[in-house]
């Protein structure tokens, strides 16, 4: 009777022990790692020697392009609506800005500051627009606090002369500007800068702003040339902000700033 007792209390023990060791979990298997996502575009922006930019892009959304390109660029680029969901497929290496852009876009704008003492416009804001969009707001990257005015008594301005006395008389004129064909004519003799800035701008139809009340002389003759070209001939101090409009191959001048000269070194370097 004790041996059978014993026994079975030996083989209960084993039991129980049975019992609480569970069997072990077996570990999941791990899953392979994906490979890394291939990026849809592969966009490299060079500034040297002159700013350059390379774009491979397969079925890739315009918005993220346009998004690293301000990004690079350090400059506002804003879209039509259509293009904000537009996938893009396009491969070109080193073109500068303006080609560029025109392949990005069936409407493109730049809105540029030149300063007349660097060879390179900086460009302040860059918009690729939907087909037929319209043009953006002129304000949109340009805007300043203060404009100056130029007041004249001449109520014949506008006119032609009609006798070789007045056409002479018109010549013999200290200054002298006229714009046609988008393209610039100053002729002026011992004039002050701020006053031959003030009748172009009167005569483009834009804003002129004056810093610098320093008295520079200007004596010179410059006949039919885009404005931009004028400006950088006056003074190294003049800031010029224009458009661009490249799907019709326009420059538009908007704003002339004569700087301070000592603002103006500063912020050349």
Known sequence: MKRTVFCLLICLGSFNIALSQKPATPRPEAKPAKPPATPSFVLTVKKQPILNISLKAEKAKVSDVAQELAKRLKVPVQLGKE?????????????????????????????????TGEVMPKP?????????????????????STQSMLIEGNTEDGVEPETDEAKKKLEEQPLRVTFKN????????????????????????IPVEIQDQA??????????????DVV?????????????????????????????QAQATQQDH
């Open 124 to 144: 302040l804001g860059i918009y690729l627009y939907d087909e037929n969009q319209g043009e953006p707001p002129l304000s949109a990257a340009i805007n300043g």
């Open 182 to 205: 988008n393209l610039l004519t100053v002729k002026a003799k011992k004039q002050p800068l701020p006053l031959v800035l003030l009748k172009i701008g009167e005569e483009i139809g």
């Open 232 to 260: 950088r001939q006056l003074s190294p101090h003049v800031r010029l902000f224009l458009r661009a409009d490249l799907t019709h191959a326009e420059r538009r001048a908007l704003r002339l700033v004569l700087a301070e």
């Open 83 to 115: 293009r904000e969901n537009q996938l893009l497929t396009v491969e070109f290496s080193e073109l500068t800005l303006e080609p560029a852009l025109q392949l990005l876009a069936p409407q493109v704008y730049v809105d540029y500051e030149i300063n």
């Open 215 to 228: 008295v520079t002389i200007v004596d010179t003759e410059i006949s039919k040339l885009p404005v931009e």
